[in-house]
């Protein structure tokens, strides 16, 4: 049963909502045991940042060029720059049996949904869809322009849950980090992959 192909894991949600920080508090668990897949990236180094551990920094013509050479599971431009997740990397850590975790934006996500549909998609959203509700049946103290704000903005936001498997809200950094853990856990509890892991086994004993 070994050298079992690792799982692809995908979070991703909308801008602003914390993907990047929860993504580091998983990766600060010394137990987590999924290969993040660093992004390459056009935009500029951080304070604090560097060259092959938060991304590979590339040009635009050297980005592009990778483009043409079809080196790229997905990419996409956001606020001006390209961002996008290197296939070798990533086909070759699941090939080796592990969990590969890309952090990555929604148009991204789209492509990799159509790339690998087998993959594990978790929404992060905002915990503002949560109290939404609370707010809109609230006691009427939104003025009516607010609440129509917040209904158009929830309203992307569910829309943009439509490709994803689960949904899990950033109410709070470690509770968000937990969720995504036990989704992972449950994943590989999964009967059709279990099931396949015990029909090859049966294969490769009558052989
Ligand atoms: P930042 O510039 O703040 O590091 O990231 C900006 C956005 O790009 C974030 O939403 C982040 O999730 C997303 N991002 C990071 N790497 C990738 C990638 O490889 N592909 C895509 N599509 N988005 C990415």
Do not use: C, W
């Amino acid at each position: 049963m070994d050298n079992e192909k690792g799982l692809l894991i995908v979070l991703s949600g909308p801008s602003g909502v914390g993907k990047g920080t929860v993504r580091k508090k998983i990766f600060e668990d010394p137990s987590t045991s999924y290969k993040y897949s660093i992004s390459m990236t056009t935009r500029n180094m951080r304070e604090g940042e560097e060259d092959g551990v938060d991304y590979f920094f590339k040009t635009k013509a050297e980005f592009e060029e990778l483009i043409k050479q079809d080196q790229f599971i997905e990419y996409a431009e956001y606020v001006g720059n390209y961002y996008g997740t290197p296939v070798e990397y990533v086909k070759n850590t699941m090939d080796d049996g592990y969990d590969v975790f890309l952090e990555i934006e929604v148009e991204g996500a789209k492509q990799v949904r159509k790339k690998f549909p087998d993959a594990l998609f978790i929404f992060l959203a905002p915990p503002s869809l949560d109290d939404l509700r609370e707010r809109l049946v609230g006691r009427g103290t939104e003025s009516d322009e607010k609440i129509q704000s917040r209904v158009t903005e929830a309203r992307k936001e569910v829309e943009m849950m439509n490709l994803y498997d689960y949904v899990v809200v950033n109410d709070e950094i470690d509770l968000a980090k937990q969720r995504i853990q036990s989704i992972v856990d449950a994943e590989h509890l999964k009967r059709e992959r279990i099931e396949a892991k015990y029909r090859k086994m049966i294969l490769e004993a009558k052989k």
